[in-house]
Nanobody, 117 residues
Framework: VQLVESGGGLVQAGGSLRLSCAAS????????MGWYRQAPGKQREMVAR???????NYSEFVKGRFTISRDNAKNTVYLQMNSLEPEDTAVYYC???WGGGNWFTNWGQGTQVTVSS
């Protein structure tokens, strides 16, 4: 199972970026897909997640600015980030839970998002 992220980069405060994370390999029954982030010197924190039934959860610090979505046909999860702030600067990691009788979690390699003031 491989997760490939794309869409990170450098943007000015107030700008937007869209992250993508495509999963490939022998995957079945994907349940939750989501994003975490980790800023230098800080712990990894949850950003957003979306269930198999498309129920979403967001952290307080991104509510109203970020939108998570998924394309089940492509095994891909997206994160639309608007009104970016310098505090959003971090490495963003996608993940997914899949399986059934046994559940597995796989992570992407991370993509850097840098927001300049």
């Amino acid at each position: 199972v491989q997760l490939v992220e794309s869409g990170g980069g450098l943007v000015q405060a107030g700008g937007s970026l869209r992250l993508s994370c495509a999963a490939s390999g022998s995957i079945s029954n994907i349940n939750v897909m989501g994003w975490y982030r980790q800023a230098p010197g800080k712990q990894r924190e949850m950003v957003a997640r979306i269930s198999g039934s498309s129920s979403v959860n967001y952290s307080e610090f991104v509510k109203g600015r970020f939108t998570i979505s998924r394309d089940n046909a492509k095994n891909t999860v997206y994160l639309q980030m608007n009104s970016l702030e310098p505090e959003d600067t971090a490495v963003y990691y996608c993940y997914l839970n899949w399986g059934g009788g046994n559940w597995f979690t796989n992570w992407g390699q991370g993509t850097q998002v840098t927001v300049s003031s």
